[in-house]
């Protein structure tokens, strides 16, 4: 079914068309590309984030990679409020707790791989081009086969986004941080904040920054949806490192997989590295001139100076044999970035604040359907799927709503880039048909849409009721 429209979409997920994902416990019925009939395998995935982000190009994969044989479950918000969740979630994974789950690439260097650390070495990899060409080297294989020394499998290595290093005082060289304590990621993260002269902080994500005077876990669309522009306003516009999510797998649920499937979770991982790419890249632009209005100040720091205090830190790396190859073929595969600078321009059309990042929801019966938009009445089936619980995610210049119809298990309905003007929403879907527009307002925790360009259902969908802000 052709993905014409806003309103097609949703209509899609509601009517239970081809192509969609959703956890439904141990075997859910295929409707992905199996074959009618067939069973699919459900593989629960432990995620500590309450959303699943950049990981649901993976769970895309899998589902296209498998033939609809297996699905991806989102365990979200596992061991939530951890500040330090790594090591318990590559012990769950090994207990077989849960199927698979993602870990930091930093988390491997506690259970005595550093095969993974120059992925996240200060300066190492500091553009996306460059991540990119790692991912899809063969190099990024044999790390994925070194993360069998810490007792689990290595599925996939996905994108990440960015880091960059902001502070509440202005700073350019390693002078500059001498004594300063830092938000940073254990293993070489940490390591560099020491070699810097700094003092690491462990910074739970979204975590409080009172005791902090900087934070090299930021990347942009975080930044943006934890405001923390007004606290740590300096931002130096290089990359310190990326933050790409390891997918694991335990040994005994890896052994009960066919090597068909086995074969097939291999493949998402390195086809979703560039959907995964595309979505961080977008949530980024959308992101930026958002930032420059709530203060954020972008300068270009003094990297050679920086590059000098964290050399010890690479010495150190280069003794693993793994490690010191996937730096040379790091330091062959980087070209200059050309990827438009990360700056605040004089003026930015995206307005001030745009439709809120967070999770709302909403539900429709046949009757406020009817009564909202009366032509509906002429698309019988979409009436037949009332009442509709929908779940909106929007975060930073992009949108999923999740549908869940008469009580079935939620599927994607809509997955699409925002960008804003004043009061009018865009929507692409970026499937090369026309874009949807509609006028937005929020009043408290209620997001309202108007004048919205699709068809009488997706008018239902979005005008109908308010969609309320859960969190």
């Not at 300066?123 to 081009?129: E, I, N, P, R, S």
């Not at 990119?132 to 044999?142: D, F, G, M, N, R």
């Not at 904040?193 to 900087?214: M, T, Y």
């Not at 068909?260 to 560039?274: I, K």
């Amino acid at each position: 079914m052709p993905r014409s429209s806003l309103s097609r979409t949703v209509v899609v997920a509601l009517v239970g068309g081809a192509g969609l994902l959703a956890g439904c416990g141990d075997v859910a019925t295929d409707k992905a590309g199996g074959g009618e009939g067939h069973e699919a395998r459900v593989l629960r995935l432990a995620n500590h984030n309450p959303e699943p982000g950049e990981l649901e190009p993976f769970a895309r994969e899998v589902a296209r990679a498998s033939h609809g044989r297996l699905r991806i479950e989102f365990v979200n918000g596992w061991r939530e409020g951890e500040s330090n969740s790594e090591p318990g979630v590559l012990d769950d994974v090994r207990a077989g707790k849960v199927d698979l789950g993602w870990v930091g690439a930093r988390a491997f260097k506690a259970e005595g791989v550093r095969a993974l650390d120059p992925l996240v070495a200060p300066f190492a990899v500091t553009d996306y081009a460059t991540e990119e060409k790692l991912l899809a080297s063969p190099i990024a294989a044999e790390m994925l086969d070194a993360v069998a020394e810490a007792g689990v499998r290595g599925i996939a290595i996905l994108p990440g986004p960015l880091q960059r290093l902001g502070m509440r005082e202005p700073w350019r060289t390693a002078a500059d941080l001498r004594g300063k304590r830092i938000g940073a990621p254990a293993g070489i993260g940490g390591e560099a904040v020491k070699a810097l002269g700094a003092r690491p902080v462990a910074v739970g994500s979204g975590g409080s920054l009172r005791a902090v005077d900087g934070s090299g876990q930021l990347h942009l669309t975080a930044f943006l949806a934890n405001h923390y522009a007004p606290t740590l306003p300096y931002v130096a516009t290089q990359a310190l490192w990326p933050r790409p999510p390891v997918v694991i797998a335990g040994s005994r649920v890896w052994a009960r997989l066919s090597r068909a499937d086995r074969n097939a979770l291999l493949e998402a991982g390195r086809l979703a590295a560039g959907p995964g790419l595309a979505l961080i890249r977008a949530g980024e632009r959308s992101a930026l001139p958002l930032l420059c209005r709530q203060g954020a100040r972008f300068f270009r720091a003094d990297v050679a100076d920086l590059r000098r205090a964290v050399e010890p830190v690479y010495a150190e790396m280069r003794r693993d044999a793994v490690a010191a190859r996937v730096l040379a073929a790091i330091d062959g595969m980087r070209t200059p970035d050309t990827a438009a600078p990360i700056a605040c321009a004089a003026n930015h059309k995206t307005a001030a604040g745009g439709p809120p990042s967070g999770t709302y929801t909403w539900t429709i019966t046949r009757a406020e359907a009817l009564q909202a938009v009366p032509a509906v009445a002429q698309q019988p089936d979409f009436l037949a799927q009332l009442p509709a619980f929908f779940r909106a995610v929007i975060r930073s210049g992009h949108i999923v709503i999740y549908v869940s119809s008469r009580g079935a298990a939620e599927e994607v309905g809509f997955d699409a880039d925002i960008s804003v003007f004043e009061d009018r929403a865009e929507f692409d879907a970026g499937d090369g048909h026309d874009k949807q527009t509609a006028r937005w307002s929020l009043a408290g925790d209620d997001l309202r849409f108007s004048d919205v360009t699709s068809g009488a259902d997706g008018q239902v969908v979005m005008t109908t009721k308010p969609w309320t802000r859960v969190r």
